[in-house]
Nanobody, 124 residues
């Protein structure tokens, strides 16, 4: 069964840290660029970060740069999103996604597989 399963979300206070995990199954993980997106209530899904299959580079959105880090462990078929110094505006459902098709990795429309999401809530 092909699936992505996120975990690690929760309720934290401003300034705290969380580490999200995304485990892939039923796919050849190294064939995919992995991305993280988030969606707050009433808002569009927003790009957060991506990492190519080789992990040779990473890219994070300007809104989280310096606070969030994306990584992956190809031996464990897992992608991570390390989130530090969290702010209330980071509150959202966080989704991981896997991409093989062509197109910018910052665009959600270019991703083939999606997880069910994990809730992150940051209180002030």
């Amino acid at each position: 069964q092909v699936q992505l399963v996120e975990s690690g979300g929760g309720l934290v206070q401003a300034g705290d840290s969380l580490r999200l995990s995304c485990v892939a199954s039923g796919v050849t993980f190294t064939h995919y660029t992995m991305g993280w997106f988030r969606q707050a209530p009433g808002m569009e899904r927003e790009f957060v970060a991506f990492i190519p299959s080789s992990a040779s580079s990473t890219y994070v959105a300007a809104s989280v740069k310096g606070r969030f880090t994306i990584s992956r462990d190809n031996g464990k078929d897992t992608a991570y999103l390390e989130m530090n110094n969290l702010r209330p505006e980071d509150s959202a459902i966080y989704f991981c996604a896997a991409k093989r098709r062509l197109g910018p990795p910052t665009d959600a429309a270019n991703y083939d597989l999606w997880g069910q999401g994990t809730q992150v809530t940051v209180s002030s």
